[in-house]
């Protein structure tokens, strides 16, 4: 089964900018819609980008405009270009597909503090 690293985070200020990158182990190109999904202290994990094989992409309303996924499938990789982050944005960072059906990995801490 397809094994997912994300990577990327860190500690920024708001405003700042941060680039995720998931790398799978193996082929992601069979599959349709790969997402970026977060988990805040204390909620449950949410999807906030979705991109289809197509590179069709579609995002959750709080991150429309300062959020770019991507996907590269020669690298079997999916990226997160975060731009203008706000504390909201705080969490773990995760990647899957739309059906949440491959193993989640450990996922990338994004902290957004002044």
């Known amino acids: 089964q397809v094994q997912l690293v994300e990577s990327g985070g860190g500690l920024v200020q708001p405003g700042g900018s941060l680039r995720l990158s998931c790398a799978a182990s193996?082929?992601?190109?069979?599959?349709?819609?790969m997402r970026w999904y977060r988990q805040a202290p204390g909620k449950q994990r949410e999807w906030v980008a979705g991109?289809?094989?197509?590179?069709?992409?579609n995002y959750v309303d709080s991150v429309k405009g300062r959020f770019t996924i991507s996907r590269d499938n020669a690298k079997n990789t999916v990226y997160l270009q975060m731009n203008n982050l706000k504390p909201e944005d705080t969490g773990v960072y995760y990647c899957?597909?739309?059906?949440?059906?491959?193993?989640w990995g450990q996922g990338t801490q994004v902290t957004v503090s002044s």
């Open positions: 991109i289809t094989r197509d590179t069709v992409t």
């Open positions: 899957n597909d739309h059906r949440e059906s491959l193993s």
């Open positions: 193996g082929s992601i190109f069979s599959i349709y819609i």
